[in-house]
């Protein structure tokens, strides 16, 4: 079955270590995106990126970094500068992040949720 | 800045009632996403508006953006308890060369026997 897998479903770090989370898509999607979710705060999103190789900030990037070395693969690090990391994360993708993605929804992963302490 | 206001923010009704959520951006809506989510787990894409004045429906959830697309409304008919759970609203807004899809702040909806 095609769709998105996020893992781990819980991660658990000591504050000051960096910690990757793993975003994979088997949906031939050019787009994708990470969305962290707080309590009462919905979505913000984080990074995306529209096409391997490159990768746009989103609102809140501080403290994070991405990669886009594969299509199917979008891996998010939440660093030691990320002042409240403790949080749950989205992934998602759709088809094309071009002005073509109006017609386009997002389908998201089942989220890892991250607690440092 | 919230680019999306949704309200309200948590919804309680009794079983069988209707029910209205609100969507509302201060910019021109080119796509416009309904979602819902479960506690703890990803989303689940509900409707896609595009067209000003457009409606959809999926058995008992209704939504419309309205003809300035600027506003949308979700609304849930003869609610019941599987219709609990939180409920997004996102839309496409260019930044240079690419598209965003943001997200309001959701509403929190129960429903009770």
Request: charged letters at 20%; a positive charge; one cysteine or more.
């Given at each position: 079955d095609g769709g998105i897998t996020q893992s781990p479903k819980y991660l658990f770090r000591k504050e000051g270590q960096n910690v990757t989370l793993s975003c994979e898509q088997n949906?031939?999607?050019d787009a994708m995106y990470w969305y962290r979710q707080d309590p009462g705060q919905g979505l913000r999103l984080i990074y995306y990126s529209q096409i391997v190789n490159d990768f746009q900030k989103g609102d809140i990037a501080e403290g994070y970094s991405v990669s886009r070395?594969?299509?199917e693969s979008f891996p998010l690090t939440v660093t030691s500068a990320q002042k409240n990391p403790t949080a749950f994360y989205l992934c998602a993708s759709r088809?094309?992040?071009?002005?073509?993605?109006?017609?386009s929804p997002l389908h998201f992963g089942n989220g890892t949720r991250l607690t440092v302490t | 800045s919230q680019e999306l206001e949704q309200s309200p923010q948590s919804l309680i009704v009794q079983e069988g009632k209707n029910l209205t959520i609100n969507c509302t951006s201060s910019k021109t809506l080119y796509g416009l996403y309904w979602y819902k989510q479960k506690y703890g787990e990803g989303l689940i894409f509900l409707m896609m508006l595009q067209k000003g004045g457009e409606e959809k429906s999926h058995e008992k959830i209704t939504a419309k953006l309205d003809e300035k697309k600027q506003q949308s409304s979700l609304h849930i008919t003869a609610?019941?308890?599987?219709?609990a759970g939180i409920y997004l609203c996102g839309a496409d807004f260019r930044s240079g060369n690419t598209d965003k899809l943001i997200f309001g702040t959701g509403t929190r909806l129960q429903v009770f026997p």
């Amino acid at each position: 079955d095609g769709g998105i897998t996020q893992s781990p479903k819980y991660l658990f770090r000591k504050e000051g270590q960096n910690v990757t989370l793993s975003c994979e898509q088997n949906l031939n999607h050019d787009a994708m995106y990470w969305y962290r979710q707080d309590p009462g705060q919905g979505l913000r999103l984080i990074y995306y990126s529209q096409i391997v190789n490159d990768f746009q900030k989103g609102d809140i990037a501080e403290g994070y970094s991405v990669s886009r070395e594969k299509k199917e693969s979008f891996p998010l690090t939440v660093t030691s500068a990320q002042k409240n990391p403790t949080a749950f994360y989205l992934c998602a993708s759709r088809r094309d992040g071009g002005s073509s993605s109006y017609n386009s929804p997002l389908h998201f992963g089942n989220g890892t949720r991250l607690t440092v302490t | 800045s919230q680019e999306l206001e949704q309200s309200p923010q948590s919804l309680i009704v009794q079983e069988g009632k209707n029910l209205t959520i609100n969507c509302t951006s201060s910019k021109t809506l080119y796509g416009l996403y309904w979602y819902k989510q479960k506690y703890g787990e990803g989303l689940i894409f509900l409707m896609m508006l595009q067209k000003g004045g457009e409606e959809k429906s999926h058995e008992k959830i209704t939504a419309k953006l309205d003809e300035k697309k600027q506003q949308s409304s979700l609304h849930i008919t003869a609610s019941q308890p599987s219709h609990a759970g939180i409920y997004l609203c996102g839309a496409d807004f260019r930044s240079g060369n690419t598209d965003k899809l943001i997200f309001g702040t959701g509403t929190r909806l129960q429903v009770f026997p």
